[in-house]
């Protein structure tokens, strides 16, 4: 499907890095801004359902910036780079870049087709680089809580599920059909790669 980055293996590539640097970037926005301005960057940015009069064309790509508090941002950064760095290492910049915005742009536009509210995080996104890790490294072990080993396959299986009943049986305010659109769009475009091996991207 793909071949392993030129530029050799790091713990910290260009691409992961910089997706950092912007969430980061944006968060710290959020709270200036919104102290100094008294503007909700989350409101401007984050995606709103199509009814509800606040939508705006750039919302399924801004949203993926935009955080709810330092507990959102910490956890989906550090799965961002937990899994993302493998990926980017193993497909090279260009490829997971594109996989990243597919998931993120993919689960936002999900959302407008749910009742809701206001969606902010790069969940979206993480869940599909969660996704792609665990079909492309399925045997791989992951630390559930830093102590019990689970092969990954079976870690996104059961990520999968809990998204999928939490969406349908509770109201938590977590954007769950979001999580699971993010894995959707991965699953098509990688099942798209693995049919087309010779395409670039």
């Not at 809701?116 to 992951?142: C, D, K, N, Q």
């Not at 396959?153 to 699971?180: Q, R």
Request: charged content about 10%; overall charge neutral; aromatic content about 20%.
């Amino acid at each position: 499907m793909s071949d392993y980055s030129p530029q050799g293996f790091r713990m910290l590539p260009t691409g992961v890095k910089n997706l950092l640097i912007v969430n980061a970037i944006m968060f710290f926005a959020y709270y200036v801004i919104g102290n100094t301005l008294h503007l909700n960057l989350n409101a401007l940015l984050g995606i709103w359902p199509l009814d509800s009069g606040y939508f705006r064309i750039w919302q399924p790509v801004t949203y993926m910036f935009m955080h709810a508090n330092l507990e959102h941002i910490f956890f989906n950064m550090f799965a961002l780079w937990m899994f993302g760095y493998v990926l980017e290492n193993f497909w090279g910049t260009k490829r997971f870049l594109i996989y990243y915005f597919v998931c993120g742009i993919g689960a936002g536009l999900l959302t407008l087709l749910i009742p809701g509210g206001l969606t902010v995080g790069a969940s979206g996104a993480v869940y599909g680089i969660l996704l792609a890790f665990g079909m492309t490294f399925p045997e791989e072990r992951i630390y559930l809580y830093f102590l019990m080993p689970i092969k990954a396959k079976w870690f996104v299986i059961g990520y999968a599920v809990i998204e999928l009943l939490e969406g349908l049986f509770v109201t938590d305010g977590i954007a769950h059909f979001a999580h699971l659109g993010g894995m959707l769009f991965g699953l098509l475009l990688i099942l798209y790669w693995r049919r087309h091996p010779f395409s670039r991207y």
